[in-house]
């Protein structure tokens, strides 16, 4: 069975470094396209990255020699799909000419992600939501992915949104500096430092779990209604974000009902056996100290959300803390398997 | 005016040290004696230092050439005063020897932090409650101060608590690992990293700042009654705890009245003009991404109460971020302040 | 073909956790006794190491319910081999002991290193040094690694050596703190700081090296004869050290002459084709800025030495940098490597 | 008597943000103008800096509201004096510019160091080089000072080269992020790792102290003759650069001999009592483990040059650790005590 061909854009970028290291030998995809700005186009990817790839593994030898072309569809025909890393300040536009050119997009950008007829999708969460791609007038869909903080909130939410209800939720974020891309964050900033704000961060993380956990209606998302309080921080730390989460719920359940409904859960990506589901989709950890960024980020090959210290909250109900990878789970490892969902639900055509 | 001869209890220690340099020609204190276990005994803390001082100033001259001695009373005759920065594995049964042996104790340790009869000073908050110490039978009085991350986040809560009443508060610290002593974190725990638990914090954070805010009730402190969740973590950071702050009020105040409270807050130590006094004792920043450790830690040479970020929180009132200096603010600047205090209003005989 | 039997003694240590996780699965070694101390002995190795594992990854399942019992060979009857990550402060008398009782000893501790009879064996460098192994009288015999250091400046300097021959060699090191075991470093000594001594490292610096470019004489090793000059230094670094070094040749080798002498070194780990064997042994990577411990650590999975920055030196001929992973090619992985030679050529029996 | 009006050019950098900081109450100097680029121009120093100053210490109150200026003689008429923290694009022009204008150069950058008519100042190293000052034509005279990796090392090696004459010397730095400006080092480089390259800076580290350490000739500064080799490295420190060095010697010193020299070591910022001379020039520390960027950065006042572990080279002579404050007495503070000594020799007119 042939693979998909599939453009990677903003392919320079930290997230596009992401795609392009997790699409290596991709069962589903081949990457054919590689899509950065006028600077680097017209060079191979090898050349230009040299000095610029971030992660420690070598760039893949399928990507270095790929010439980089701009992103632009009449520039990477042949390709069915994309992916988008794109910065946010020209995502907008060029995720729709893609669309309207009738090639898929599967976003890490925060452009499309309110958009009603816009999945933002996490796969173990809302698949359903794909049915308003219907809505979508154009030939290409955009499907995009949730910001990188909240992103494995929103999955331990979810099985007890479904059980028990929420009544609200209070978020304090310790955020890893590849969060903010390259060169992002300076290290005068950072090295031995804590800066509580992280620009947008707090209104994101107070808005995109309740459209992932809203329902469809008339071809359009209607978001859950609870409030959500969110403090957003930097951390000296490279990879990894760390949450802790305060809930409040309708029905009262017990630390064993809690415990069980994480262990129990699991969604598509876990039945249909795609070739990123985290197995399992959350791990709950006993030690009074976990989840840390450096013990346990690699979990599930960073797709797994790792959950800890459960305890009962004086305020709210009770208290707990995620761990999630924020460029795999958080970015491009979850546009992967919503693009692999995608695939094995035959939206790919 | 002859200055009041005091002892260091825990000499060699982290609060010991802070201790000993911020005794440095103190007004009104002169340290005579400084004591450490058995196995410094007998020795001078300049030799037993040499490799163990951990603050980036030398050691001051006086205290180079103290022969060192354990801390028992009868080895440290002539001090009035005793300042303790002991473990809490031996602070409880050496300070109770030292009271009962007439010589006062100010004290870092957990030991009689919730004895009803022994104020949880912190001096701008709670200088009333020095009114207990006549209940306290023996000559020698025992005042403790607080844990060091709520510090400051209880010197922001004072005045708003005055005026506005409190329903609830959450919080959520980032704390340096100099609180945890040293040799304290090992580096491979904590580089790089965040540890979301320390042990027994949480418990301190949600019921010491219920004491520093209550009130006297026939000798005895009353704790204020009001639920406080807090979630401990350790962070990449060497000096100063910065914690995120959402609180419920009784009468809502607007943001200008906050910030008015904060503003105008000062107690008895602005109004005695102790030595270690800071001026502003709150002090708020208004950019947006303030305070942060490496950069506002020593306002007010470490003894000022750093307030940011100020905002409606979507299911409390209002959010914001704190910052204190942990073993300045939180430990031995505070502790050397409320003995400043009790000299001033002649509680030192 | 059934698998040899071993034990790890020192198994709750830095290194006996990294023997632990590379031995898990291996094709030569079936592991069938961990061995600590009194404290741990008796408990399985899942439950005492519970909060005391700090690879990031889980400890693997053969081990977790394994009973530990104390280094005695009496105790681990059936194994052939121990890999000992002992403590130096026994480690050399336990080794003895067990090769006393016929067990052989693969070990990362420094007290028989310098033993004339006993390779200080770096698997590609001086295979031929287990030559001496039949001067050892023991039944079991002792098989040691070197400082994690300089091995891999060793490696470095091994093709050099052969080809151009050794006038004199400076090394400065920037270590990394797993280097020192756990808890070892305290973070208040590193973070953010660069400690400029690491107790008796720099005599082993400039000695080990000199063993291991050694060759057999009658039975015992003789040292190379070229004065070493090391400077050591401990970085806020988690994993890999990284040495600058400068070297003055007998004969002056060109630019492509030393690349090449690198290019091409392989060793008998490479031409047995060992389990743990990098190819290829040493990279050289051309960018101007690598190797870094972040972006190269892992190359070859931790057992490749990455080398870069050749260039000539004002005052000897050439200075390069070298990376190598302190805790696998610098420990555990170089004595698996030895072991797995030992295997491949028949010397475990 | 009045003092000089001066102007800073860069203000807005770290390097003028020191000049900004250390100029605050100063004896000799009264800032009038602050230049920086069209972007800022027309603005208040205050307003510009609100979340660009990175020192962790207030704007002193006499800068904010200075109106910033761009760097233009006719602009800033009434200096008599500038201080030049610019960006090597443009600091040669815009230094001659003022030259020319009859304004003083106090110059950190390094466009005009190699000119043999422009000194490369240490003041307490080569005061005497003020001598050709004659030769430059200009009305206004340029004084630069060396890069900041090897300003404190070139300290130590003066009164060495004085007494036993240098033949080599190797050097190998680990050096803070702060030398490279903000926004400089990008975290994700080196947060937990090293980077073992600095652009340009083998290159001046390998010859700047041989300009230091040379002499007038018929009006030209003459340099030192001996090699040097440099290896330079980044390293996650905030504050303070820290050196290894070797030094092979004419006439070998004893180890008494060198450190008499550097404990005597002083120099006419030290005789004429200059408000920022360090007392002592040098200090040397006796612990093993010492000089540390964290416990000794701030010895007088950031100004003092610390060495330590002095010992035999095994192949060169001598071999010790130097720590100098590379915004301070590598550059700002440098470059004032530069100024602070025209000032007194009556250069200033």
Known sequence: MSRVKVAVLGATGSVGQRFIQLLDNH?????THLCASENSAGKTYGDVMKSRWKISSDIPAYAKNIVITTPDPSKTSGAALAFSGLDASIAGEVESAYANAGIHIISNSKNHRMDPKVPLLSAEVNASHLEVLD??????????NSNCTIM????????????????SVMLFSMQAISGAGYPGVPSMDILGNVVPHIGGEEEKAEIEPL?????VENGKIVHADFPISAHCNRVPVFDGHTV???VKFKQKPSREEVLSAWKNFSGE??????PSAPNPAILYREEEDRPQPRLDLNTGNGMT??????????ILDWKYVVLSHNTIRGAAGAALLNAELLYKKNFLG
């Open 152 to 167: 494995g909130v929103t999955i331990t939410l979810k099985p007890l949104f479904d059980r028990f209800g929420i009544e």
């Open 244 to 246: 802790c989460v305060s």
């Open 269 to 274: 990506p876990q039945s249909l056996a795609l």
């Open 305 to 314: 959300t790792v959950v800890g210290r459960l305890r009962p909250d004086p």
């Open 135 to 144: 809505s979508q007038t154009t030939k290409g869909k955009i499907i995009t």
């Open 211 to 215: 459209k992932c956990l809203g329902r």
């Open 27 to 31: 069962p589903y995809f081949e990457v």
